[in-house]
C-alpha cells in the first residue's frame, strides 16, 4: 500500500466524529477477521459496537452483505429502538437488533457484542455439559461464562430482559442451542473473548472424540487461571495493545478495504 493510499484510508468523512469512524473501522475489522477465521455464517450472526457518546447508538452489519464485504462505511447505526440513523440500502436483522440491543441497552461497558454460530460453539452450547474446564484455554472463559436458554429464533423482544438477566455481568455467554456471545469494552477485547470461547469449544469437541475421559485436573490449579483473567482492566489492555494491532496488520496484507 503506497503512503497515498494509506493516507485516503485513514480520512475520517465530514459528517461524524473521529471517535466513531475509528468504532467503525474496528468493527469492520472484526467482521473481516471473523471471516477469515471461517466463523461467519452466510448473512446471519451479527457484531455490534457502541458509538462512543452520550446516547446508546450502536452500528451493526447491514442484513444482506457476507462478512467479507462489509466496510467502515456500510455498518448501519441504530439506536435502542430499532430506528435505523444512517441511510442505508439495506435493513438490519431483526434477530440481531433483538439480541444486541438488550445488550447495550443494560451493559454500559458493553463496547461490542459478538454473536456466532460456529460448528464447534453451537455443539458445546448444545449439551448438557456446556464448556467444560478440561484445557488451559477454557480456563480462560469457564470464570466469566453464563448461559441463556433457548426462546426460538430471537424476534420476540420480551425476551430481552431474560437474557440481560442471564448475561448479568459476564463477557462469554453460551446461547444454549443456538450459539456463541462476547461482550467486551472494546471490538479487540470482544473479539479476543470469543477467540478464546471458540477455540475452547473446538478442543473440547475434539477431546471428546478421543474418549469419555479428559484428563483430570485439580480445581486449584483452574481457579488459579481463573485468577489471572479476573483483572479486567489488564486484559482489556491486552487485548488492545497486544493482540489487535497485529490483527489488523494481518487485514492490511490481505485487503485493506474493510477501512474504507
Known amino acids: 500500500m503506497s503512503p497515498a493510499e494509506a493516507a485516503r484510508l485513514r480520512e475520517v468523512p465530514a459528517d461524524m466524529t473521529e471517535a466513531e469512524w475509528e468504532q467503525r473501522v474496528n468493527l469492520a475489522a472484526c467482521y473481516r477477521l471473523v471471516a477469515l477465521y471461517g466463523w461467519d455464517d452466510l448473512v446471519d450472526t451479527h457484531i455490534s459496537a457502541r458509538v462512543p457518546g452520550p446516547e446508546h447508538h450502536f452500528l451493526i452489519n447491514p442484513y444482506g452483505l457476507m462478512f467479507d464485504e462489509i466496510t467502515a462505511s456500510s455498518l448501519v447505526k441504530v439506536d435502542l429502538d430499532g430506528n435505523q440513523l444512517t441511510e442505508s440500502p439495506y435493513k438490519i436483522n431483526p434477530a440481531g437488533f433483538t439480541i444486541h440491543s438488550a445488550i447495550h ?11 456466532l454460530h460456529t460448528p464447534d460453539g453451537t455443539a458445546v ?45 459476564k463477557n462469554h455467554m453460551l446461547l ?12 479487540a477485547s470482544a473479539f479476543e473473548r470469543m477467540y478464546h470461547l471458540e477455540r475452547a469449544c473446538t478442543m473440547q469437541v475434539r477431546t471428546k472424540m478421543l474418549g469419555p475421559t479428559a484428563y483430570p485436573l485439580e480445581q486449584m490449579v483452574i481457579d488459579k487461571n481463573h485468577d489471572l483473567i479476573a483483572n479486567r482492566d489488564a486484559m482489556e489492555l491486552r487485548s488492545t495493545k497486544l493482540v489487535w494491532p497485529p490483527l489488523l496488520r494481518k487485514l492490511d496484507r490481505i485487503d485493506p478495504s474493510y477501512r474504507t
Open 176 to 187: 444454549r442451542n443456538h450459539g456463541t456471545l462476547t461482550v467486551g469494552r472494546s471490538v
Open 105 to 115: 441497552e443494560v451493559r454500559e461497558d458493553a463496547g461490542c457484542v459478538i454473536h
Open 125 to 169: 452450547a448444545s449439551c448438557m455439559d456446556g464448556l467444560l474446564p478440561i484445557n488451559q484455554t477454557a480456563h480462560f472463559v469457564t470464570g466469566d461464562l453464563a448461559y441463556h436458554d433457548y426462546e426460538g429464533v430471537a424476534l420476540d423482544h420480551d425476551e430481552r430482559p431474560r437474557l440481560q438477566r442471564d448475561l448479568g455481568d
